[in-house]
């Protein structure tokens, strides 16, 4: 897989996140912390009601680099972000990224989750050897 | 019981935890992270946000997450390409803890090994609220 220029933008990945969704992941990630599950336990704490788990933003970060970059993605990629507000159900969810500089055989990316109103819930960046 | 997380140390380790990546947990991965990116590259590969699910996992087995616990920083690398059927062990280490305003702040490094060496290693950074009696 060649890698992309610098500049380059990468697919995005778009997901609409529902409470059903969230309920998924916990299970599947054997994380049920009432934060992301118990909408009356979700009220009482600063978010006011139930938000998407960090690791399911980053899983759809993971699946636009997979597209972009295939098994580089896989085998030697890095991941770095910081989670800046809650994704919630309702919410529309982007995954967006942009090649920013190519060093030493790494692609670097900017990558970021947006909601529907364009606010950044997570940003960092990526690498890769590509 | 496993300890609260608040309640460890820096340099606490937690005991590794075994798993296998089975063909049922991963497609019920795949299926709720929605991960269609995957399958392009082959039947057998597993992705690889679901290796760090399962560093989380351990950890969440091994200490319990006290509530409003908030995930605010990750840093992962992938070291190599895990397949479906591979036996993992996962394990984490706290390597940072400090307190401001009210909100302990905790560093949990987290790696993954598999039988042919080192799979993923990161770096969870969460928050929580400072609980009565946390040393």
Known sequence: MTAPAVGTELAPVV???????????????????PLHTDPQFAAQTQFGGTIAHGMLLLAYLSRMLTAAFGEAWLSGGRLKVRFRAPARPGDTVSAVGQVVRAEDGRTVCAVECRNQAGETLVSGEAEVSA | MPPRLDSLARGHELPPSAFELSPEWVGEY??????????????????????????????????????????????????????????????????????????????????????????????????????????
Do not use: C
Request: proline share 6%; no cysteine; net charge negative.
């Open chain 1, 15 to 33: 997901v609409a996140v529902t409470q059903e969704k969230i309920d998924r992941y916990a299970e599947a990630g054997g994380d049920g912390n």
């Open chain 2, 30 to 135: 795949v299926g709720a992270v929605e991960d269609e990116a995957i399958a392009s590259l082959g039947p057998e590969l597993v992705p690889p946000m679901a290796v760090a699910a399962l560093a989380v996992r351990a950890l969440l087995e091994r200490a319990v997450l006290p509530p409003g616990a908030v995930h605010i920083g990750q840093e992962i690398t992938f070291q190599r390409a895990v397949r479906i059927g591979e036996k993992l062990s996962a394990s984490a280490r706290i390597v940072s803890r400090g307190e401001r305003q009210g909100w302990l702040l905790m560093g949990i490094e987290l790696s993954v090994e598999g039988e042919g060496g080192p799979v993923m290693e990161g770096r969870a950074t969460l928050t929580m609220p400072v609980a009565e009696g946390t040393p």
